[in-house]
């Protein structure tokens, strides 16, 4: 069975920092993409981030600039870096990854097999 076990999160002011980790159990971590999404209150549930098995990262546009997806395969750890937060940052944090290795994580969502329990993160203006 496979968990992916998130952490990090919290309450920040706007401009402020925060990192998200994500644990997998994932076998070759290094072998999987594994992406970052985010659902604020009231609206769907929306792509951050992804970062392919060759450490290549792709964003939404809304984050590029100011966010960092990174991997640490030894640690089979997901990261991600949330700089300049703004008030519309304000939404839970999910890690993400799909069924099998050297699979991509669509912006969609779709495919997506493995979800973390989700945190918090939320900036006050």
């Known amino acids: 069975q496979v968990h992916l076990v998130q952490s990090g999160g919290g309450l920040v002011q706007a401009g402020g920092s925060l990192r998200l980790s994500c644990v997998a159990s994932?076998?070759?971590?290094?072998?999987?993409?594994m992406g970052w999404f985010r659902q604020a209150p009231g609206k769907d549930r929306e792509f951050v981030a992804a970062i392919i098995w060759t450490n290549d990262p792709y964003y939404a546009e809304s984050v590029k600039g100011r966010f960092t997806i990174s991997r640490d395969n030894a640690k089979n750890t997901l990261y991600l870096q949330l700089n300049d937060l703004k008030p519309e940052d304000t939404a839970v944090y999910y890690c993400?990854?799909?069924?099998?290795?050297?699979?991509?994580?669509?912006?969609?969502?779709?495919?997506?097999?493995?979800w973390g329990e989700g945190t918090l993160v939320t900036v006050s203006s």
């Open positions: 994932l076998r070759p971590f290094s072998s999987y993409s």
């Open positions: 993400a990854a799909p069924p099998s290795a050297h699979t991509l994580v669509l912006r969609s969502g779709h495919g997506v097999d493995y």
